[in-house]
T-cell receptor, first 116, second 116 residues
Framework: DAGVIQSPRHEVTEMGQEVTLRCKPI?????LFWYRQTMMRGLELLIY????????DSGMPEDRFSAKMPNASFSTLKIQPSEPRDSAVYFC??????????????FGPGTRLTVT | AQSVTQLGSHVSVSEGALVLLRCNYS??????LFWYVQYPNQGLQLLLK??????LVKGINGFEAEFKKSETSFHLTKPSAHMSDAAEYFC??????????????FGSGTRLSIRP
């Protein structure tokens, strides 16, 4: 089992550029989560999907952020345009069931984004 | 709404000493509770979880936590710290009643340092 796969692992971009982060959940998992981690704000849930459908996007900071899950094995988080305050580590996690409460969330290694 | 409070953003103990990381929760119903660990430059991984079975929960790497409803606490302990325990630890809570909600709420984290 390869675990949750995220790419790229590191991204450095200039302010105003579009950034796309990618995630492949564990095969067979039905729920997928995107988190952002910063020193100032800690770990924040941005959005999560059950069976490829966005359930709660209340954590998405603003319209510059968007997320998609076109199929069960792939999700993207896009920032357009990017700003320096978006610099953070972005994690993707998946869990086996839409009722993910009983199951642990399996985290990917994260993407460290730096916007200059 | 559920929330968790982790007392102490940084805890330092000597190798071989008792580890105690504090977590208090706020919930209108008996919650599900979790402890996750994050090693440097890695994603989070589950240490242990409480889902209304035994109040004393044993996890990986010798850690355990006790659910105390009267104190609304779920403190994490380990009898003897090892250098490899140095990491960030997150307490988390979820609502078992709201079956539509797969998400869990993370605390702000406690960084554990181990002195030789």
């Amino acid at each position: 089992d390869a675990g949750v796969i995220q790419s790229p692992r590191h991204e450095v971009t200039e302010m105003g550029q579009e950034v796309t982060l990618r995630c492949k959940p564990i095969s067979g998992h039905n729920s997928l989560f995107w988190y952002r981690q910063t020193m100032m704000r800690g770990l924040e849930l941005l959005i999560y999907f059950n069976n490829n459908v966005p359930i709660d996007d209340s954590g998405m900071p603003e319209d510059r952020f968007s997320a998609k899950m076109p199929n069960a094995s792939f999700s993207t988080l896009k920032i357009q345009p990017s700003e320096p305050r978006d610099s953070a580590v972005y994690f993707c996690a998946s869990t086996p069931s839409p009722w993910g409460l009983l199951y642990e969330q399996y985290f990917g290694p994260g993407t460290r984004l730096t916007v200059t | 709404a559920q929330s968790v409070t982790q007392l102490g953003s940084h805890v330092s103990v000597s190798e071989g000493a008792l580890v105690l990381l504090r977590c208090n929760y706020s919930s209108s119903v008996p919650p599900y509770l979790f402890w996750y660990v994050q090693y440097p430059n890695q994603g989070l991984q589950l240490l242990l979880k409480y889902t209304s079975a035994a109040t004393l929960v044993k996890g990986i790497n010798g850690f355990e936590a006790e659910f105390k409803k009267s104190e609304t606490s779920f403190h994490l302990t380990k009898p003897s710290a090892h250098m490899s325990d140095a990491a960030e630890y997150f307490c988390a809570v979820s609502d078992p009643i709201d079956s539509s909600a797969s998400k869990i709420i993370f605390g702000s984290g406690t960084r554990l340092s181990i002195r030789p």
